[in-house]
């Protein structure tokens, strides 16, 4: 059993949705803790009662973090253990707690994490993207028009898959930046583990057609994962290809065929040869 030190801040994963997806071991250190600092008192309030919870609330978000930092700071070196908690899965990649987690670090403190729900890899488990494409995490993208327009742009050279975030009230303008990504796919994921969610996968270009279609679509939590690019999936096709030649031809030969067959460089695949042919 995992020992839970004191003068520790314990960064603790909630529900994104549904509030059954919190874990046994998020419940326990909340129950352990002496106090709870978190981004929305009232919604974290609404969390701790459903489970029978009651400790002291500190309030910790995007424009107070780095002053209720120093309180934190201040518990833990009391020797109490402070959980931090934001509205919604797990603090400190969108949500507010990096700059805290900073500064306890810097002070010397214990931090430990307790994983648990995340829209990011819920969106991706079901985007049917292999793993050998990789994939990149890009948050929300800028809110104002020209510099999201930008941001798209270079999505056009990324040939990983990207996890994009995104409000309900700039969901369409989204949609609209990224209709030039053209046929490139994109898997919708909107109020994931919720009542209404909803998970389809379109051509980017389809996008705020998609949204229109509706009013309802327009509304809840959204996350995208923009398909790898073709460079990526001539890579993942060039590697299959490989790999069954190799099995049936020497190696000169195998990478030779391939690179007629996918147009991949015949030098990068010498060297990926070479590595599958090592014991």
């Given at each position: 059993m995992?020992?839970?030190?004191?003068?520790?801040?314990?960064?603790?994963?909630t529900?994104?949705?549904?509030?059954?997806d919190?874990?046994?071991?998020?419940?326990?250190?909340?129950?352990?803790?002496?106090?709870?600092?978190?981004?929305?008192?009232?919604?974290t309030?609404?969390?701790?009662?459903?489970?029978?919870?009651?400790?002291?609330l500190?309030?910790?978000?995007?424009?107070?973090?780095?002053?209720?930092?120093?309180?934190?700071?201040e518990r833990?070196?009391?020797?109490?253990?402070?959980?931090?908690?934001?509205?919604?899965?797990?603090?400190?990649?969108?949500?507010p707690?990096?700059r805290?987690?900073?500064?306890?670090?810097?002070?010397?403190?214990?931090?430990?994490?307790?994983?648990?729900a995340?829209?990011?890899?819920?969106?991706?488990?079901?985007?049917g993207?292999?793993?050998d494409?990789?994939?990149?995490?890009?948050?929300?993208l800028?809110?104002?028009a020209?510099?999201?327009?930008?941001a798209?742009?270079t999505?056009?050279?990324?040939?990983?898959?990207?996890?994009?975030?995104?409000?309900?009230?700039?969901?369409?303008?989204?949609?609209?930046?990224?209709?030039?990504?053209?046929?490139?796919?994109?898997?919708?994921?909107?109020?994931?583990?919720?009542?209404?969610?909803?998970?389809?996968?379109?051509?980017?270009?389809?996008?705020?057609?998609?949204?229109?279609?509706?009013?309802?679509?327009?509304?809840?939590?959204?996350?995208?994962?923009?398909?790898?690019g073709?460079?990526?999936?001539?890579?993942?096709?060039?590697?299959?290809?490989?790999?069954l030649?190799?099995?049936?031809l020497?190696?000169?030969?195998a990478?030779?065929?391939?690179?007629?067959?996918?147009?991949a460089?015949?030098?990068?695949?010498?060297?990926?040869?070479?590595q599958?042919?090592?014991?």
């Amino acid at each position: 059993m995992q020992h839970y030190p004191e003068a520790a801040l314990y960064v603790v994963a909630t529900p994104i949705g549904n509030l059954s997806d919190i874990s046994l071991r998020a419940l326990h250190v909340l129950q352990l803790v002496h106090a709870i600092a978190c981004e929305d008192t009232r919604h974290t309030q609404t969390l701790l009662r459903q489970y029978g919870i009651d400790k002291p609330l500190l309030a910790l978000h995007e424009h107070n973090e780095a002053q209720a930092a120093e309180g934190v700071i201040e518990r833990l070196q009391r020797g109490e253990r402070v959980a931090y908690v934001s509205d919604a899965g797990t603090p400190a990649v969108s949500d507010p707690g990096a700059r805290l987690v900073a500064a306890v670090r810097a002070a010397g403190l214990v931090i430990m994490p307790l994983p648990g729900a995340s829209s990011v890899t819920a969106a991706l488990s079901v985007a049917g993207i292999s793993g050998d494409a990789g994939f990149c995490f890009a948050g929300f993208l800028p809110s104002r028009a020209l510099e999201r327009d930008r941001a798209v742009t270079t999505l056009q050279t990324e040939h990983r898959a990207v996890v994009i975030l995104e409000a309900p009230h700039r969901i369409e303008a989204l949609a609209r930046a990224m209709a030039p990504l053209g046929a490139r796919s994109v898997t919708v994921g909107r109020e994931l583990t919720k009542q209404f969610e909803e998970i389809v996968t379109m051509p980017a270009q389809d996008l705020a057609a998609w949204l229109a279609a509706s009013s309802q679509r327009t509304r809840g939590e959204f996350v995208l994962v923009l398909h790898p690019g073709e460079q990526a999936q001539t890579r993942d096709d060039s590697a299959r290809v490989l790999q069954l030649l190799l099995s049936e031809l020497p190696l000169k030969t195998a990478v030779k065929l391939t690179a007629e067959i996918t147009g991949a460089s015949r030098n990068e695949l010498y060297e990926a040869a070479l590595q599958l042919k090592k014991p």
